[in-house]
């Protein structure tokens, strides 16, 4: 059994037949035993699978074979494990006892969206053969620390992140909008609570980098005059400069790891909803009917509930 890895990545470009993109995907991560969760939509592809490194690599082979994502970009990082085998891993696939899963996804989840991140703004973001139309300047993590040694405290760090990923990890203090879902940004920037930043460089980032490149051309497109993006988002960055760059704390992950460190001894900048204690954990409310809420909570509280569910401390 060879290692077990996770490919994160995405690609803009225009799909003519998402439906049937979204099949072929589907069918080819299950003939190699991935897991994780793909959407397709008429703007391209955003991904995070798991499993054996041969079958990730055949997995990313086969599909840059598709023209729109042959410059399919990825970031590798390594899986938690492999769970214990079962004679039926996937629904409706029976692969036999000696087909392991990996364990930071629970199955296999592709489906086709009006847009790869959810921000509402379907028909305005425009792709061609070259990605998105009208994004920020993409800049590598080198090329971040040097507009910043080169122009100091006048750029600005913008998290295009959910609120609760920043409260374990973000670039040194930067903006973060207090958002729940990415539906919020648009609202946020339209009300013009950051306006006093449109003549700034800003600086967005994300964990990979996909929602970053619709959020920066949005920004763009509502006056922001100098606007960049990190290539390859956190995750890029993190790999680059470890804990010595401009990057504090873990970065959260939506598998089953939770949270990612890129160095040892990484800074803990979260804190327990509940008592507070240092912890870089982040869990779901665990109230029962499917509550969303996500937040910070140390190894004591993660059977918590989010502060509308709570009942006792």
């Known amino acids: 059994m060879s290692e077990p890895k996770i490919l994160l990545y995405y690609a803009f470009a225009p799909i003519a037949d998402p439906e049937a993109v979204m099949l072929w995907q589907r069918e080819l991560c299950e003939s190699l035993g991935l897991r994780g969760r793909i959407i397709i939509s008429k703007h391209g592809i955003n991904g995070t699978v ?97 507009l910043v040694e080169a122009r100091g405290e006048e750029v600005v760090f913008f998290d295009g992140r959910n609120a609760w990923e920043a409260e374990i990890g973000r670039f040194k203090d930067a903006i973060v909008p207090d958002v729940r879902t990415t539906h919020g940004f ?60 401009l990057w504090e704390g873990s970065l959260a992950v939506f598998d089953g790891r939770e949270a990612m460190d890129f160095a040892p001894g990484a800074e803990v900048l979260g804190r327990c909803a509940v008592c507070e204690a240092p912890s870089n954990r982040v869990i779901d409310c665990g109230e029962r009917g499917g509550c969303r809420a996500r937040f910070v909570a140390c190894e004591a509280h993660l059977d918590a509930r989010c502060d509308e569910h709570r009942v006792t401390a």
């Not at 840059?64 to 004679?87: I, M």
């Not at 990979?208 to 290539?231: H, P, W």
């Open 50 to 146: 798991g499993g054996e490194i041969d079958a990730c690599k055949q997995y990313l082979k086969r599909s840059r074979e598709y023209t729109p994502f042959s410059g399919l970009g990825v970031k590798w990082s390594d899986a938690t494990g492999f769970a214990p085998a079962t004679p039926q891993l996937l629904k409706g696939v029976d692969r036999g006892p000696r087909w392991q899963q990996i364990s930071d996804f629970p199955k296999l989840s592709v489906k086709v969206r009006d847009e790869l991140v959810a921000f509402g703004i379907p028909d305005e973001t425009i792709v061609d053969e070259n990605g998105v139309v009208g994004g920020g300047q993409h800049l590598s993590p080198a090329q971040v620390n040097a």
């Open 186 to 245: 648009i609202e946020q920037i339209e009300s013009g609570v950051f306006d006093d930043i449109k003549d700034r460089p800003v600086i967005t980032y994300c964990t990979g980098g996909i929602r970053c490149e619709i959020l920066s051309a949005a920004m763009k497109n509502r006056g922001f005059g100098e606007v960049y993006q990190i290539d390859g988002g956190v995750v890029r960055y993190g790999e680059a400069f470890g804990n010595d760059g």
